[in-house]
C-alpha cells in the first residue's frame, strides 16, 4: 500500500536555473516494527532515517511527511520526537489515501473523527516536540477552530492544477499526486504546455463546492482539499468531509487577529529574515512557493522577492521601506520570512 517515496520539488527561475530545491520524504513511524509493518519491506524504516541523516549532514532541506492511517495513527507524537531527535527541523502531517490497485483499504482509513484527532496532534507536536509540523493536504479553514488557536499551524496552501502538477512515472499527468490522473495525456505524447492546458479549469471556481462559494474564507481556503471532496462525494466540486461551515466567523476573526499580531511585530526594532524559496515568473507578477504554502504576487511584489537575499537580516525602514509592511505581514504568514 503505502510506500516509501521521495519526490523533489523544484522551481525554475526566469534563466531556467533551479534555485530552489527540496525532498519529501515519507516516514510512516518511530520505529522500525511500526514502518517496516506498513511497507512491507524489512528495513526500509533505517534506510529511511539514514537517508534523511544524509541530507541533513550536507545541509540538504529535507522535510519528513508522516502518512497517518489506522495503523499508526497512535504513534505520531513518538515519530514527532524521533525526527527531532536526528535534527530535523520541520514535518508534515498527512493521510494515507487508497492506492488505485486496492480494493479495500478499510483496514488503513482514517474516520473523520480520526483524523481531527491527528490533526489536533500539530498543536501538540509544535508546542511540545521541538519540530515545526504541519499539515500537507489543505484542510477546510472552518475546522482550525476544532483543532488549537494558533493558526499559524494549518497551511491552506494548494496548488494543484494552478501552481504546479504532477507527471507519474508513466508519465501521466495529474493535478495533484493523490488524484487519479484527470487528463489521460502523457508527457510522453505532449508539451509541457500541453498538459498544463489540461488545467486550466482549476484556476476557476469550476471545482469549488456550492456551499463554500460564498464562504468569507473561500479566497484563504478554496473548499478545502479536492482530493478529499471528490473521494468523499464521488463529485469533484464535492465538498470536504471535515467541513465545518459553522465556524468561520469564529476563523475569521481568528485569521484579522493573527494578521494584526504580525504587523505589529513588525517594528523599526526587529530583524527580518527570508527563508529559501522558489519563485516562478509569470504574466501577473510571479508565483512563490517554499515547500509549505505557495503565494502570487504582483510585480512589484516579484521585484521585492527577486532582490532578497535568503538568510540576511533586513530592518524595516533601513533596508526595507514602510510601504512594504503590509506586504511583509502576508511573507510571514506564509512562513516566507521571520522576525525576531
Ligand atoms: S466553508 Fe468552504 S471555503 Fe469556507 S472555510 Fe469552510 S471549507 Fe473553506
Ligand atoms: S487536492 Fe488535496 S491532496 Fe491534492 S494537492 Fe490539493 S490539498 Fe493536496
Not at 476544532?146 to 496552501?157: A, D, K, R
Not at 464535492?238 to 465545518?244: E, H, R, S, Y
Not at 485569521?255 to 529559501?276: A, C, G, P, R, W
Not at 504582483?298 to 537580516?313: A, D, P, T
Request: glycine content about 8%; charged content about 20%.
Amino acid at each position: 500500500m503505502v510506500t516509501l517515496f521521495i519526490s523533489f520539488f523544484h522551481v525554475l527561475n526566469k534563466h531556467n536555473h533551479l534555485n530552489y530545491f527540496v525532498i519529501f520524504t515519507s516516514v510512516l513511524g518511530s520505529c522500525s516494527e511500526v514502518h517496516d509493518a506498513i511497507t512491507g519491506v524489512v528495513g526500509s524504516w533505517q534506510k529511511t532515517i539514514d537517508g534523511i541523516k544524509r541530507c541533513l549532514k550536507v545541509k540538504m532541506h529535507i522535510t519528513p511527511n508522516i502518512v497517518m492511517s489506522k495503523a499508526n495513527a497512535l504513534d505520531i507524537l513518538a515519530t514527532a520526537k524521533m525526527l527531532a531527535t536526528i535534527g530535523c527541523n520541520d514535518m508534515q502531517v498527512d493521510f494515507a489515501s487508497r492506492p488505485s490497485n486496492c480494493s479495500d483499504f478499510s483496514a488503513f482509513d482514517l474516520t473523520c473523527d480520526e483524523k481531527i484527532n491527528v490533526l489536533k496532534h500539530i498543536d501538540i507536536i509544535n508546542q511540545h516536540c521541538g519540530i515545526k509540523a504541519w499539515n500537507l493536504a489543505r484542510i477546510p479553514f472552518c475546522l482550525v477552530p476544532e483543532l488549537t488557536s494558533n493558526l499559524e499551524y494549518f497551511s491552506p496552501g494548494c496548488g494543484a492544477g494552478k501552481s504546479g502538477c504532477n507527471i507519474g512515472a508513466d508519465g501521466i499527468a495529474r493535478a495533484c499526486a493523490m488524484e487519479q490522473a484527470i487528463s489521460i495525456k502523457s508527457i510522453n505524447d505532449f508539451s509541457l504546455i500541453d498538459l498544463w492546458q489540461e488545467f486550466d479549469e482549476r484556476g476557476t471556481d469550476t471545482y469549488v463546492p456550492v456551499d463554500c462559494r460564498d464562504c468569507k474564507l473561500l479566497y484563504k481556503c478554496g473548499g478545502g482539499c479536492r482530493f478529499a471532496g471528490c473521494s468523499a462525494t464521488g463529485r469533484k466540486d464535492g465538498c470536504d468531509p471535515l467541513m465545518k461551515k459553522v465556524n468561520v466567523e469564529r476563523v475569521f476573526k481568528m485569521l484579522l487577529s493573527h494578521q494584526q499580531d504580525v504587523q505589529q511585530s513588525i517594528t523599526h526594532n526587529t530583524k527580518i529574515t527570508f527563508s529559501n524559496f522558489g519563485i516562478r515568473d509569470e504574466e501577473f507578477g510571479a508565483v512563490v512557493w517554499n515547500g509549505r504554502t505557495q503565494q502570487f504576487v504582483n510585480i512589484s511584489g516579484k521585484s521585492f522577492l527577486r532582490n532578497i537575499v535568503v538568510g540576511k537580516e533586513y530592518l524595516l525602514n533601513r533596508n526595507i521601506s514602510e510601504n512594504y509592511k503590509e506586504f511583509l505581514t502576508d511573507l510571514v504568514i506564509g512562513g516566507f520570512a521571520s522576525v525576531s
